[in-house]
T-cell receptor, first 112, second 113 residues
Framework: EAGVTQSPTHLIKTRGQQATLRCSPI?????VYWYQQALGLGLQFLLW???????NRGNFPPRFSGRQFPNYSSELNVNALELEDSALYLC???????????FGQGTRLTVV | KNQVEQSPQSLIILEGKNCTLQ??????????LRWYKQDTGRGPVSLTI?????NTKSNGRYTATLDADTKQSSLHITASQLSDSASYIC????????????FGDGTTLTVKP
């Protein structure tokens, strides 16, 4: 069974551009979570999608947004990129909320 | 405020030795506690998940314990291997504020030959 897959693996953007990150959850999982992990820091919760709806978001500005598609895959968009947005962005999925979440390998976003 | 504190921040041990990592939390009402292993630059990989009624769970050389009364958990690694070098993250979920688990900052373990 395939795990959580994220694309691209690496992404380099210049300041002010937009970045789009994608996540495919484990088959059957309906919840998708997005996290930001800056270098040397812990995971910071970004967004939670379940059944196509945004259910919760962390303390990030509105330029961090996303959506979940009918097949439960998800997209994270970061507008007006800033240098400090450089981080590993992790996606996780779970069958229902509160249960164990499985992580993808992440997208390394570098803003120059 | 829900918090998860892990200790020590970093740990260096020799190959073959045992070690124990600590996790204290204030998350309430408690739903579950998970331990993850994260290699540098990679996504976290689940080691164990425990609910309120479970006080110990093993996964190979990894054994997690949970004391829901004192709100403490530990991860014990037996006969460490070089491949155990990683960051170990404790994550606690509440029954409310769905989807917003609270992450500890992790313990960085280095196993030396």
């Amino acid at each position: 069974e395939a795990g959580v897959t994220q694309s691209p693996t690496h992404l380099i953007k210049t300041r002010g551009q937009q970045a789009t990150l994608r996540c495919s959850p484990i088959s059957g999982h309906t919840s998708v979570y997005w996290y930001q992990q800056a270098l040397g820091l812990g995971l910071q919760f970004l967004l939670w999608y379940d059944e196509g709806e945004e259910r919760n978001r962390g303390n990030f500005p509105p330029r961090f947004s996303g959506r979940q598609f009918p097949n439960y895959s998800s997209e994270l968009n970061v507008n007006a990129l800033e240098l400090e947005d450089s981080a590993l962005y992790l996606c996780a999925s779970s069958f229902v909320s509160y249960t164990e979440a499985f992580f993808g390998q992440g997208t390394r976003l570098t803003v120059v | 405020k829900n918090q998860v504190e892990q200790s020590p921040q970093s740990l260096i041990i020799l190959e073959g030795k045992n070690c124990t990592l600590q996790c204290n939390y204030t998350v309430s009402p408690f739903s579950n506690l998970r331990w993850y292993k994260q290699d540098t630059g990679r996504g976290p990989v689940s080691l164990t998940i425990m609910t309120f009624s479970e006080n110990t769970k093993s996964n190979g050389r990894y054994t997690a314990t949970l004391d829901a009364d004192t709100k403490q958990s530990s991860l014990h690694i037996t006969a460490s291997q070089l491949s155990d070098s990683a960051s170990y993250i404790c994550v606690v979920s509440a029954q409310t504020n769905a989807g917003k688990s609270t992450f500890g900052d992790g313990t960085t373990l280095t196993v030396k030959p």
